[in-house]
């Protein structure tokens, strides 16, 4: 049985995403193919048991059949590093990982192993992604994202690292490039990690669905209450934006799929983002006046009619600004600090068919919680896994991939 061990020089590089597309690779070859995660950072209950979210993924995908036990053998959950320092920790937890993976590489064709992080990830209790690799006699690949000279500098980094626990690097991969605005880059990519003795296996291209959440997961991830779901939570989100500025600075940074993080309290930005998303967007070139917060009992900001509440804009907006026409049409609100907005600013976020969604925590608690979102892949998401497996079955070189894989020792 051949075997592979997959890593990354960071989080959020695309491990996940490219394990996926390897394994539908894989198996598209007609080969037997086995999955586990031997150490894992997010934990959930799966059959009854505590397993690594990733593997529990890997498994609802393709149906596999190994128990959680066995693909996903030890997690850390919250406390367990201090734990493990402080000797409370007494098992061998090596030996758990090696009879997992005795017991998955009984039967099959190829194993594919999922590792944490980057190289030293897990160092702390003893299991870092190199000792692992090293521990089950597997080459490593590693994934870095797009980027000439950090993507080769973290490989290289993270390469030297696999060697010195005798772990051979069997290539690497770049996700997320844009290959539209850097023609030649796989080329350079090849040469600049030749120079290193490191196989290039392929490059992944940036796809925004592959990276963003949809309404759906952000409501999901928050926790929050919802005022408004919206014409479709299954919209994809195209970037996020914090509004912590006067609305007119808001507008510049906006467009249709932007989600935006704003105080509850916020009812200038809350209102002029509805006015925009009623009229497809502002032309606010010329307006004068205070930034203003008023509304009126239609819910609109001053001076705005109860249909479409448009003219406000100019008040809220404010001074002699100049902002592109179409600018600011949101794709939905978060309203963080458990603010409330008073029930006519409710009734304009209704009006503009607007997804909005109330939380208690304040914002930048709530915009690292969608940050996480933004990187991490659901089994629901049928339409982004789909993406994947394409993508990774037209650009990744599988064959290669196959030659570059090792025998488990006997």
């Known amino acids: ?135 089950l006699g597997a080459p490593a690949i590693i994934v870095s994202e797009g980027g000439v000279g950090r993507p080769i500098d973290e490989i290289v980094l993270n390469a030297s690292h696999f060697a010195s626990h005798g772990v051979r690097v ?65 919209r994809v989100i195209g970037g996020v934006a914090i509004g912590a500025m006067e609305p007119v600075h808001m507008l510049e940074r906006i467009n249709p799929g932007t989600l935006v993080i704003v105080p509850g309290d916020r009812e200038d930005v809350i209102l002029t983002l509805t006015t925009a998303h009623l009229t497809g967007g502002l032309d606010v070139r010329g307006m004068r006046g205070p930034a203003a917060a008023a509304v009126d009992s239609s819910g609109a900001a001053p001076g705005a009619g109860a249909a479409t509440g448009a003219p406000g804009a100019e008040a809220a907006v404010g001074h002699s600004s100049r902002v592109a026409p179409g600018a600011g049409a949101a794709l939905g609100l978060v309203l963080t600090g458990g603010y409330r907005p008073r029930q006519a600013v409710l009734d304009a976020i209704r009006r503009a068919n607007l997804f909005a969604t109330i939380v208690p925590e304040d914002t930048y608690v709530v915009a690292s919680e969608v940050h996480d979102l933004l990187v991490k892949t659901h089994s629901a998401d049928a339409g982004k896994i789909e993406m994947i497996k394409a993508l990774v079955w037209e650009h990744l070189r599988i064959d290669r991939i196959l030659e570059a894989a090792g025998s488990i020792p006997g």
């Open 1 to 135: 049985m051949r075997q592979v061990y997959l890593a990354a020089t960071g989080q959020n590089r695309g491990k996940t995403t490219t394990s996926i597309g390897l394994l539908d690779g894989f198996l598209r070859r007609g080969l037997d193919t086995r999955f586990m995660k031997p150490v894992g950072q997010r934990t959930i209950i799966e059959d009854g048991v505590p397993a690594d979210e990733d593997a529990v993924l890997v498994r609802n995908v393709f149906g596999l059949t190994d128990p959680m036990t066995v693909m996903s053998p030890v997690h850390i959950p919250r406390g367990f590093t201090k734990a493990y320092i402080n000797g409370e920790i007494v098992e061998d937890l090596g030996a758990r990982i090696q009879a997992a993976h005795t017991a998955v590489s009984r039967d099959g064709e190829i194993l594919l192993i999922e590792g944490t992080g980057h190289a030293g990830v897990g160092a702390v209790i003893g299991l870092s992604n190199a000792t692992v690799a090293a521990m």
């Open 170 to 234: 069997a290539g690497a991969i770049v996700n997320k490039v844009d290959l539209d605005a850097q023609p030649g880059i796989v080329r350079t990519l090849e040469r600049g990690l030749a120079i290193h003795g490191i196989p290039l296996l392929g490059v992944l291209p940036y796809r925004p669905i592959l990276s963003n959440p949809t309404l759906a997961m952000i409501l999901e991830g928050v926790h929050g209450e919802t005022v408004h779901p919206g014409p479709d939570l299954d």
